[in-house]
T-cell receptor, first 113, second 115 residues
Framework: GENVEQHPSTLSVQEGDSAVIKCTYSDSASNYFPWYKQELGKGPQLIIDIRSNVGEKKDQRIAVTLNKTAKHFSLHITETQPEDSAVYFCAASPPGGSYIPTFGRGTSLIVHP | GAVVSQHPSRVICKSGTSVKIECRSLDFQATTMFWYRQFPKKSLMLMATSNEGSKATYEQGVEKDKFLINHASLTLSTLTVTSAHPEDSSFYIC???????????FGSGTRLTVV
């Protein structure tokens, strides 16, 4: 089965700095890679995703890059703000109708004002 | 679009009682619903997959008789924690595949505390 490794487990930055979270996956058949943000006491929310036929995707301050050969993908947040503080999960999904993802273990991002 | 409403958000119950958690798809039909359990500072652990009109599929190690899942309609899936014990205390989250798009929509989660 798929195995997703996520690093770091905790990331502390100053407001305005950039933050990068990295994930690796094991199943070369995986072709969909979403990122979720989970605030305390709430369910995860999709913030950005990328498919395997794309190398990079950007949405305002958030970007995701994918290296299919190396089987790793990263989340980049620029100009971080205190409200970006949350736990971020990466996931990898195989092709198929159910798209059941395998989640990374999460990164707790703390943005200090 | 693709909103999943989960209730209750918090519940405290006594040991030995049962608790029902509901997840409703508000603006789409969810033929499949996934149920996760999350321990503090941990990732999401898939417990089971519910399919409308058929029996749920449970992940290895999840007790079917402890965690009863019903998906009787295209918009409602329920998880009942039966004879709850303190070790069942956790954060439970449902999710459904987004209609016409990749990925999932998650419910807001239920914090269960068994005392």
């Amino acid at each position: 089965g798929e195995n997703v490794e996520q690093h770091p487990s905790t990331l502390s930055v100053q407001e305005g700095d950039s933050a990068v979270i990295k994930c690796t996956y094991s199943d070369s058949a995986s072709n969909y890679f979403p990122w979720y943000k989970q605030e305390l006491g709430k369910g995860p929310q999709l913030i950005i995703d990328i498919r395997s036929n794309v190398g990079e995707k950007k949405d305002q301050r958030i970007a995701v890059t994918l290296n299919k050969t190396a089987k790793h993908f990263s989340l980049h947040i620029t100009e971080t703000q205190p409200e970006d503080s949350a736990v971020y999960f990466c996931a990898a999904s195989p092709p198929g109708g159910s798209y059941i993802p395998t989640f990374g273990r999460g990164t707790s991002l703390i943005v200090h004002p | 679009g693709a909103v999943v409403s989960q209730h209750p958000s918090r519940v405290i119950c006594k040991s030995g009682t049962s608790v029902k958690i509901e997840c409703r798809s508000l603006d789409f039909q969810a033929t499949t619903m996934f149920w996760y359990r999350q321990f503090p500072k941990k990732s999401l652990m898939l417990m089971a997959t519910s399919n409308e009109g058929s029996k749920a599929t449970y992940e290895q190690g999840v007790e079917k008789d402890k965690f009863l899942i019903n998906h009787a309609s295209l918009t409602l899936s329920t998880l009942t924690v039966t004879s709850a014990h303190p070790e069942d205390s956790s954060f439970y989250i449902c999710s459904a595949p987004r209609t016409g798009e990749d990925g999932y929509t998650f419910g807001s989660g239920t914090r269960l505390t068994v005392v």
